[in-house]
């Protein structure tokens, strides 16, 4: 079942911000590295951004210094802070633990319009 629900996408022009949110449950958050992927029109998922239980974040090289992503313990919530962001950006964005399982939310539409 989906222990990971993805929130706060929209439509932005380029240069805007969204911030998502990914609420997931206290097991899942306290134990796993989770991740913020995305799928593009017409593309393969990817990920995009991920945080430790420790709170080491990666990035994809295409986002460093525009994305950021945090967690809170207190909410068990996984957020990404997406600024001056692109067309390319466009895409559904989802939640997951690093390595991905099957276990995919509904994810949320991130669209950039240029």
């Known amino acids: 079942q989906v222990q990971l629900v993805e929130s706060g996408g929209g439509w932005v022009h380029t240069g805007g911000s969204l911030r998502l949110s990914c609420q997931t449950s206290?097991?899942?958050?306290?134990?796993?590295?989770i991740g913020w992927y995305r799928q593009g029109p017409g593309k393969e998922r990817e990920l995009v951004a991920d945080?430790?239980?420790?709170?080491?974040?990666n990035y994809k090289d295409s986002v460093k210094g525009r994305f950021t992503i945090s967690r809170d313990s207190a909410k068990n919530t996984v957020d990404l802070e997406m600024n001056t962001l692109k067309p390319e950006d466009t895409a559904v964005y989802y939640c997951?633990?690093?390595?991905?399982?099957?276990?995919w939310g509904q994810g949320t539409q991130v669209t950039v319009s240029s």
């Open positions: 206290v097991v899942i958050f306290r134990f796993n590295t």
């Open positions: 997951n633990v690093v390595p991905a399982t099957s276990n």
């Open positions: 945080i430790t239980v420790y709170g080491a974040q």
